[in-house]
C-alpha cells in the first residue's frame, strides 16, 4: 500500500471543493486515498517498460512462418486531453521470423501502454513499434477499436461511436495479401 504525500490529498481535496462539494463531508473523507490508488492503478504503465515483458523465445518457432493472432485484448487508458476514460479492445498480429512471445506478452504490452495517459493513435502506433523493435518480426499489425468518453459524455455527445486506429509494419504493410489475411482474421 502506497503512502500519500499529504499535499497530493490536499490537491484532491481542493478538486472536490473547486466542483462544489464539501470534501469532510463522511462520503467524502476517504475519497482523496480512494482516488489516488485508482489513480496508481490506471497509470501503472509509467512504472512499466515493455523490454522486461517481451521475452522472445527461440524453441518452438522452428517453421513458424505464419501469422499470429491476439484478438479481444481488453483496452482500457485515459485520453490525455480531457483525463477521460476510453476503453475497447486491440487485435495484434505478427509474423514470426525465428522467434515467437509468449502469447500472454502481447496482452501485456497493450495494457502498458495503455495504462499511461494518451491517445489512441499514439498508443497504437506504441504496441506495433515495441514488438518490431523486440520481436523483430517478418510483419506486425495493431487494430484498435474504442469508445472515447471525452466524446461520448461531453462535447458532441455521440453515444456508442467507436474509433478504429491501425499501425502495421513489415510485411503485414507492405504485402496486400498478408493484410487482408491479419483482417479477415480478425473480423474486419
Known amino acids: ?104 506478452k502481447i496482452s501485456r504490452v497493450v495494457e502498458v501502454f495503455a495504462r499511461r495517459l494518451q491517445v489512441q493513435e499514439r498508443l497504437t502506433n506504441q504496441i506495433a513499434d515495441a514488438l518490431d523493435t523486440h520481436l523483430q518480426p517478418i510483419g506486425v499489425a495493431v487494430v484498435i477499436e474504442c469508445r472515447h468518453m471525452c466524446m461520448e459524455s461531453r462535447g458532441v455527445r455521440h453515444t456508442g461511436t467507436a474509433t478504429v486506429s491501425s499501425a502495421l509494419r513489415g510485411s503485414i504493410k507492405s504485402n496486400p495479401d498478408t493484410r487482408r489475411e491479419f483482417l479477415s482474421l480478425i473480423g474486419r
Not at 462539494?21 to 517498460?49: I, M, N, S, V
Open 1 to 104: 500500500m502506497s503512502t500519500h504525500r499529504p499535499e497530493d490529498l490536499e490537491a484532491v481535496r481542493r478538486l472536490l471543493a473547486y466542483i462544489g462539494e464539501d470534501p469532510d463531508r463522511e462520503g467524502l473523507q476517504e475519497t482523496p486515498k480512494r482516488f489516488l490508488k485508482a489513480w496508481e492503478e490506471y497509470t501503472r504503465g509509467y512504472k512499466q517498460r515493455p523490454e522486461d515483458i517481451l521475452k522472445v523465445f527461440e524453441d518452438g518457432a522452428q517453421k513458424v512462418d505464419e501469422m499470429v493472432i491476439v484478438r479481444d485484448i481488453p483496452v482500457y487508458s485515459l485520453c490525455e486531453h480531457h483525463l477521460a476514460p476510453f476503453f475497447g479492445k486491440a487485435y495484434v498480429g505478427y509474423v514470426p521470423d525465428k522467434r515467437i512471445l509468449g502469447l500472454s
